[in-house]
């Protein structure tokens, strides 16, 4: 992830909120937000939604969360429906295709309902990229995008895949990522 940052526009502000400060891209505009444990009184807690509520204030360019793995995720997606694109998130999934499961549990331990989370993260996610760890190394094994799946559902449908020979292998939905990448604008 600190690659891909590192590749930012220099002139764009990056706001990185981690748990435990792991990203540091070389970038010259990037601001570092921390979580912040109470203190033995149980005073001066900052949490994972406190610090990306206080990102929007900061007139960012990219909001990028280290982890996503719980409640946050409501104001994460707030976020990225607020005209905040190019942030990201770190979701922890099996595959491209369990991201939306995914997020609808983590959003259940924000009090959303699956339909809220549907809504939201259709219209804030427009890639997910998923990588896996193969002899030490990350690396892209699918790039997919998520579609709606009746009313108040979404599924995930792949557009790239990891070849056996280490080439990305376009798959079903590619046309249609191809045309928001050459766009800007999602389809």
């Given at each position: 992830?600190?690659?891909?940052?590192?590749?930012?526009?220099?002139?764009?502000?990056?706001?990185?909120?981690?748990?435990?400060?792991?990203?540091?891209?070389?970038?010259?505009?990037?601001?570092?937000l921390q979580v912040r444990r109470p203190n033995v009184?149980?005073a001066g807690e900052v949490t994972l939604p406190d610090?990306?509520?206080?990102?929007?204030?900061?007139?960012?360019?990219?909001?990028?969360?280290?982890?996503?793995?719980?409640?946050?995720?409501?104001?994460?997606?707030?976020?990225?429906?607020?005209?905040?694109?190019?942030?990201?998130?770190?979701?922890?999934?099996?595959?491209?295709?369990?991201?939306?499961?995914?997020?609808?549990?983590?959003?259940?331990?924000?009090?959303?309902?699956?339909?809220?989370?549907?809504?939201?993260?259709?219209?804030?996610?427009?890639?997910?990229?998923?990588?896996?760890?193969?002899?030490?190394?990350?690396?892209?094994?699918?790039?997919?995008?998520?579609?709606?799946?009746?009313?108040?559902?979404?599924?995930?449908?792949?557009?790239?895949?990891?070849?056996?020979?280490?080439?990305?292998?376009?798959?079903?939905?590619?046309?249609?990522?191809?045309?928001?990448?050459?766009?800007?604008?999602?389809?």
């Open positions: 992830m600190a690659s891909a940052l590192s590749l930012v526009a220099p002139g764009e502000r990056i706001i990185c909120i981690e748990e435990a400060a792991e990203l540091v891209p070389t970038h010259p505009h990037v601001v570092h009184q149980g610090l990306v509520r206080t990102a929007m204030r900061m007139r960012p360019d990219r909001i990028v969360l280290g982890e996503c793995r719980g409640a946050e995720v409501r104001d994460v997606l707030g976020a990225l429906n607020t005209g905040h694109d190019g942030g990201w998130a770190t979701i922890h999934a099996n595959t491209a295709r369990d991201v939306p499961a995914r997020l609808i549990a983590l959003g259940a331990l924000a009090g959303m309902p699956p339909g809220a989370v549907a809504v939201q993260a259709r219209s804030a996610i427009h890639a997910v990229l998923h990588l896996v760890r193969r002899q030490g190394r990350r690396m892209l094994a699918e790039v997919a995008v998520l579609r709606p799946d009746g009313a108040e559902d979404f599924a995930c449908d792949l557009a790239l895949t990891l070849g056996p020979d280490g080439d990305l292998i376009e798959a079903g939905a590619w046309p249609g990522l191809a045309r928001t990448l050459d766009s800007g604008e999602p389809r």
